[in-house]
């Protein structure tokens, strides 16, 4: 088996029309459409773009109270919060490495791990 042995398919406009008008009736969805006819959902959405059928891409509604909207805000502010102090933590850490260090080699020691030993 060849590489090229790949079957490509070409949709007439009147194919890619009847399948966005079933859509649009509702008398089926669009992944039984694509099991139906067997089309790549990603196919559908490119007609779908194609020939500026917004209303019949999938959209996605996000409904929220406005106690939601706060809680949101505030769990965000503190992850900035926390995301500031582990840097702060980290820059700490190599600080006192980096004292380590200097101190081993001004000590004579040939490592900081010596240095830690004793």
Known sequence: MYKNDKVIRR???PF?????AELTTGKHTKSELCKLYSIAP???N???KKYNRKDLMN???KVET????SRIKALQKEIEQLKKLLLKKDLDAMVLDSYLEVAA???GY???AELKKS
């Open 59 to 61: 959209t996605r509604v």
């Open 66 to 69: 406005k106690d939601e909207i």
């Open 16 to 20: 890619k029309l009847k399948i966005l």
């Open 105 to 107: 080699e001004d000590l």
């Open 46 to 48: 490119v007609w779908i």
């Open 110 to 112: 040939k490592s900081v």
């Open 42 to 44: 990603t196919t559908v």
């Open 11 to 13: 949709y007439s406009e």
